[in-house]
């Protein structure tokens, strides 16, 4: 099958997954590294799917295998951190967040993806400054706000807690702002590790479509078909 061919599916696969496709889209994509097995985009869109299906083992494996194919690949470097969070693997997922972050110092959903880890670690005060950095470029990030507040709890500052309210508020959507109530993501604690789950990461509020979730795949890869 010719290159091109295997750029139709990588297209196909892309609008699949916006469309919240997802079944159809991983096999557009799985399809898309089977013509091309040395090209990371079929890799890459298929780890980004699979990560969405909560399916992290199968999505740490082929967001490996991206990221060795294209170091560079931020995309994939940051949704690697993210499948690693969920199976308590915070270092190598702290890692790759730096990594991701040293290819692209203003990329805001490593940023939190950083901070979100350190949190995970049982690393407050570091987690707090990760946000803060966020928060200096991207005020109201409602994300950087409410996880933040997480860690000043976990820091026993409750009381500055009240200082999130309003801006946290402020940034949701006005027609979204009553119903919009922060879901959590439970970090699953690696087999053997003996570690606990941390306070539960605040990643998206329900119904805020507009905002990226950093648990979510980062999808900017750029494709790039054809013989290597």
Not at 102 to 118: C, F, G, M, V
């Amino acid at each position: 099958m010719r290159p091109d061919h295997a750029a139709a599916l990588y297209t196909l696969g892309t609008l699949q997954r916006q469309k919240g496709q997802l079944e159809d889209a991983l096999a557009s994509f799985h399809q898309v590294r089977e013509l091309e097995a040395q090209n990371a985009i079929g890799w890459a869109g298929e780890g980004s799917v699979l990560l969405r299906l909560n399916r992290v083992d199968e999505a740490v494996a082929s967001l490996r295998q991206a990221v060795a194919l294209d170091p560079d690949d931020v995309a994939s470097i940051g949704n690697l951190g993210n499948a690693l969070r969920p199976l308590g693997l915070w270092e190598e997922a702290l890692a790759a967040c730096a990594q991701a972050l040293a290819l692209a110092p203003d990329y805001l959903d490593a940023q939190l993806s950083h901070a979100n880890a350190l949190q995970d670690m049982g690393r407050p005060q570091e987690a707090v400054a990760g946000y803060d950095r966020l928060l200096q470029r991207a005020p109201a990030d409602p994300r950087a706000l409410a996880n933040r507040g997480l860690a000043l709890r976990s820091l026993g500052q409750a009381g500055l807690l009240h200082e999130l309210h309003r801006p946290l508020r402020a940034s949701l959507q006005p027609a979204f702002r009553r119903a919009a109530i922060p879901s959590t993501i439970g970090i699953k604690p690696q087999p053997g590790s003996g570690r606990q789950p941390r306070a539960h990461i605040v990643e998206q509020p329900q119904l805020v479509r507009h905002i990226t979730d950093a648990h979510l795949p980062f999808e900017n890869s750029k494709p790039d078909f054809g013989p290597r």
